[in-house]
């Protein structure tokens, strides 16, 4: 299943299961269409205690024609994944059913159908994560349109989807458990989704009057301990890079930003303001990237990110040589776009 803007996770909503009995064989067959690897798998994702724990239930090889056939014990109804190693989905099966599946893989979910023993309630459940996925999509499609309108979609696709798992509740009643724990994820994800988009207009409102205006000065400490400040970097054009020595995508771009500061670092101040962090790991980490002007600013002093709306990393910002701002969001070095604001 692919990823959503506001996603809905599934695996977890379906984590609640019956009460365990004696074990019984189970089995999971079908058919890949135009194949993308050579294997298939069955998982059971659940939790121990805050942890979510991953046991591979049953694997198996294609055959040339895509058709595979698995067999595990199910001592409980569960909700289990199904994956060719490149796409997964969700089936929910009872201790000793024989349910089959077909699917091609241009089009994973959508052309994903079952036959066999539980084919019903896998055929309903496939059916509404595509209108789930498409409801969503739709609100991406739309996040610029009037806050007013946008919200009174979410609203009547999540209170269609409601009654549509409480339909499915009762023709299927074994799994009204979870579905009325999807029902509520639903609604969390709804109110999510709102408030992403308020954000999102802020912002937006933000990044336009920030154009030109004064720095609001972010104040931290140097690797010497010393205070540091955004203001003192005046003369030049300054880049702030947000970033943690936690965050992959920083991680990622760690390069690029070297490669930048290398080829423009006489003329063009790099700052790199590492936030949400631990002092000691930021210390360990700044001189082995090789950062010009690595500044620190604590969790107590978090606070001053608010003026730019900084909720995520990485992210860039340029200054002006008079300190005054010419963009809070720009972007990122890998982009090859960063260099048209040097």
């Known amino acids: 299943m692919r990823t959503r803007q506001f996603p809905l996770v599934i695996a977890a909503t379906f984590m609640v299961t019956a009460v365990a009995c004696t074990a019984q064989r189970t089995s999971l067959s079908g058919k890949i269409l135009a194949p993308k690897g050579d294997s298939v798998f069955v998982h059971w994702h659940h939790l121990v205690g805050e942890r979510t724990v991953s046991d591979l239930l049953a694997s198996g090889r294609m055959d040339r024609e895509g058709r595979f056939s698995l067999e595990f014990d199910l001592d409980s109804a569960r909700t289990l994944a199904f994956s060719d190693d490149n796409e997964a989905t969700e089936v929910y099966m009872l201790p000793g059913e024989a349910l089959a599946l077909s699917l091609h893989t241009a089009y994973f979910d959508e052309t994903l159908r079952f036959s066999g023993d539980g084919a019903g309630r896998n055929n309903a459940l496939a059916a509404l994560r595509i209108i789930d996925e498409m409801n969503w999509l739709g609100v991406r499609e739309q996040e610029g349109a009037d806050t007013v309108v946008l919200y009174r979609r979410i609203d009547a696709f999540t209170k269609k989807m409601a009654a549509a798992l409480e339909d499915l509740a009762r023709e299927y009643p074994e799994m009204a458990g979870p579905l009325d724990q999807w029902k509520t994820t639903n609604a969390a994800s709804a109110e999510k989704g709102k408030r992403r988009h308020r954000q999102a207009v802020a912002f937006a409102k933000l990044l336009a009057d920030m154009v030109g205006k004064p720095l609001v ?126």
Request: proline letters at 6%; hydrophobic letters at 40%; charged letters at 25%.
């Open 217 to 342: 000065d972010i104040e931290g400490k140097g690797l010497d301990g010393e205070p540091m400040r955004l203001s003192q970097f005046g003369g030049k054009t300054t880049v702030v890079s947000f970033w943690a020595t936690w965050c992959g995508y920083c991680k990622a771009e760690a390069p690029y930003w070297a490669e930048l500061q290398a080829q423009y670092g006489e003329r063009i101040n790099f700052v790199s303001v590492c936030v949400w962090d631990e002092e000691e790991r930021w210390k360990a980490k700044a001189p082995e990237l090789k950062q010009a002007h690595p500044m620190l600013v604590s969790r107590e002093e978090q606070g001053q990110l608010a003026p730019y709306m900084v909720k995520g990393i990485p992210r860039y910002m340029v200054i002006g040589k008079d300190l005054n701002i010419v963009t809070i969001d720009a972007p990122r070095p890998s982009s090859q776009q960063l260099v048209k604001f040097f």
